[in-house]
């Protein structure tokens, strides 16, 4: 299994996976592509890719890692586990540059399933909804691995215009690069822990004369800002969309007033019912 997960919603996804395959007699390897060598995939069987959606992409680091791999000779079955803030039918394209480029190694995408999981960016979901997202996945994981390992195919719906947002999208790398530069630090809160430096997956964090600097290698992951424990990162021009701090997942069970945007609303509406007929088998 390789992922990438900026703020680690993808991450609980990974484990949950690795969980599922162990419980069959599965020998899982989970290998994290900012810190991983790039494995030779033939000797596996199966390949799970799991990542966040990024405007309407997957992150970059998958896709170079993915690059990277070697041409294989023998079947894999390749499964794509993706999760995002949002259920919008925009972001049913984003597998795609990953998907050409595995076709390159010949590995087929077998299946691809998309989970909700709370925004790590733009809004704050409630914890009450957090812990719903997270209830659906554990429920929806066991039966749609099921379906892959028993053979059924699942694609995503295609869309007019979702390949065009997620090719134009796309300039939100070069975006982070450029936005990565301006995040700042309130050294009145921050306490020099150096968990931003030592956890930013793209190394682009450097503590130069007592002062973090922020280079020109940032994904905008917010991993930094969301984990700092005293909040103390802005992010650039993004700083209104700035979620710290990071979501507990622990249980809540009563319900607290979600303060979202309303295009969120028909699409979360969906997911919940489509989770609800899947979870009941109807
Ligand atoms: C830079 C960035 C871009 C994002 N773009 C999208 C998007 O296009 N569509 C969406 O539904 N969610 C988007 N999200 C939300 C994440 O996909 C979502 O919160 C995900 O669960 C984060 O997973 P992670 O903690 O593993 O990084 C974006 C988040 C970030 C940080
Ligand atoms: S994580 Fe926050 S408190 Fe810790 S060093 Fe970074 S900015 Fe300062
Ligand atoms: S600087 Fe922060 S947002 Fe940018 S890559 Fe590092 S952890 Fe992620």
Redesign the pocket.
């Known amino acids: 299994m390789i ?11 990974v484990d949950l996976t690795s969980t599922i395959f162990n419980n069959k007699g599965y020998v899982v390897k989970a290998v994290d592509v900012t810190k991983g060598k790039v494995e030779d995939v033939s000797d596996f069987d199966i390949l799970v890719i799991a ?7 997957a ?1 970059y680091p998958i896709i170079d890692y993915v690059k990277r791999l070697n041409k294989v000779s023998k079947d894999i079955k390749c499964l794509i586990l ?7 039918s ?2 049913n394209a ?1 597998s795609l540059q990953l998907a050409s480029i595995l076709n390159k190694k010949n590995i087929k995408v077998f299946s691809e399933y998309h989970y ?7 809004f704050r979901h409630t914890d009450y909804m957090a812990y719903k997202m997270l209830s659906i996945i554990k429920e929806r994981l066991p039966l749609d691995i099921d379906d892959f390992l028993n053979g059924n195919h699942h694609y995503l719906k295609r869309f007019i215009f979702d390949r065009p947002f997620s090719f134009i ?1 796309r300039v ?1 790398r070069l975006g ?1 690069k450029i936005n990565g530069k301006h995040y700042r630090i309130d050294y009145n809160k921050c306490i020099k822990c150096n968990k931003c430096l030592n956890n930013c997956p793209a190394n682009n964090i450097k503590l130069i004369d007592d002062k973090y600097i922020f280079g020109n290698k940032c ?5 930094c800002s ?1 984990n700092c424990p005293k909040q103390a990162i802005s992010v650039g021009f993004f700083k209104k969309w700035a979620i710290g701090p990071s979501y507990s997942f622990s249980e809540v069970t009563t319900y607290q007033k979600e303060v979202k945007p309303k295009y969120c609303a028909r699409s979360y509406k969906r997911y919940f019912e489509e989770s609800e007929k899947r979870i009941n088998h109807e």
């Open positions: 992922y990438f997960s900026g703020t680690y919603n993808t991450k609980i996804l990542y966040p959606i990024y405007a309407f992409n992150p993706k999760d995002s803030g949002e259920y919008l925009l972001n984003s909700l999981m709370p925004y790590s960016f733009v999208f939100q982070g994904l905008m992951c917010q991993r969301v």
